[in-house]
C-alpha cells in the first residue's frame, strides 16, 4: 500500500504543478508579454516576428527551456501581430481615396450632436473593394435619421486619426485603434447615400431599444 501512495501522491502533485503553471504562470507570461509591446516606440520588421511563434513552438517542450519567456515572447508577437494587422486596415482605408463610397453597417449607437450625427461604420467594401473595417463618421446638416444596425450606403472624405492630446493626457489614438477603429470620416452629399436594409430584429435590436428608452427617460442630465 505505501508504494501506491506515494505514486498517487506524487501524480496529484505532478498534476496540480501542471494545472497552476498552465493555468497561471503562462497566461501571466503572455499577458506580460502583450504589456511590453505597448512601450515600445515602433512595431518591430514583421518578417522578424515570424520566426517567434517558429522559435517558442520548437522550444517550449525542450527539457530546461525557459517556458515563460517563449510563452511572453508568444504574447509580444500576438501583439505586434494584431497592432499591425489594425494599422494594415488604417492605411487600407486611406490609400482607397480621399473620398470613396462605402458600405457597411453602423454601429451599436447613432448619437446626435449640435447640427451633426455620429456614429462608427463597420465597413463591408470600400471603393468597391471588400475591406473589413471600422470608421467614425460625422453627418453635419441632414435630414436622414440612420439607425444602429442599418445597411448604409455612404460616400465619406475619409481621414487619418491624428494625436492631439497633451503629454501625459488622453491618447484618443491609441484609444481609438484598441477599439477597433482605423480612420476618421464625414458624409458629403449625393445621392449615393442611401438605405440599404433596415436594422434586423435581434439582441442588437433589443439593445438599441432599451438604450433609447433610457436616453429618453435620463435626457442629458450628467451621472
Request: aromatic content about 10%.
Amino acid at each position: 500500500m505505501f508504494p501506491r501512495q506515494v505514486v498517487s501522491w506524487n501524480s496529484t502533485s505532478l498534476l496540480s504543478q501542471l494545472v497552476s503553471t498552465v493555468l497561471l504562470a503562462w497566461p501571466c507570461a503572455f499577458v506580460v508579454g502583450a504589456f511590453l509591446v505597448q512601450l515600445l516606440p515602433a512595431l518591430p520588421d514583421p518578417f522578424c516576428l515570424a520566426f517567434v511563434p517558429i522559435a517558442a513552438f520548437c522550444l517550449i517542450p525542450q527539457p530546461g527551456a525557459p517556458r515563460w519567456v517563449l510563452v511572453a515572447l508568444l504574447g509580444a508577437a500576438w501583439a505586434c501581430g494584431y497592432a499591425q494587422v489594425e494599422l494594415d486596415r488604417s492605411r487600407a482605408v486611406l490609400m482607397a481615396g480621399p473620398e470613396v463610397v462605402v458600405t457597411g453597417r453602423i454601429g451599436f449607437e447613432v448619437r446626435e450632436y449640435p447640427g451633426a450625427l455620429g456614429f462608427e461604420l463597420l465597413t463591408d467594401t470600400v471603393a468597391v473593394q471588400a475591406l473589413t473595417a471600422r470608421i467614425k463618421v460625422r453627418w453635419y446638416r441632414t435630414r436622414q435619421r440612420p439607425r444602429a444596425g442599418e445597411r448604409w450606403q455612404l460616400r465619406l472624405k475619409v481621414k487619418a486619426l491624428k494625436p492631439r492630446f497633451n503629454p501625459g493626457g488622453f491618447d484618443r489614438v491609441g484609444w481609438s485603434f484598441r477599439r477597433g477603429v482605423v480612420a476618421n470620416a464625414y458624409v458629403r452629399e449625393g445621392d449615393a447615400n442611401q438605405r440599404l436594409r433596415v436594422a434586423q430584429a435581434g439582441v442588437g435590436s433589443l439593445r438599441r431599444h432599451l438604450g433609447g428608452w433610457i436616453r429618453d427617460t435620463l435626457g442629458e442630465r450628467p451621472a
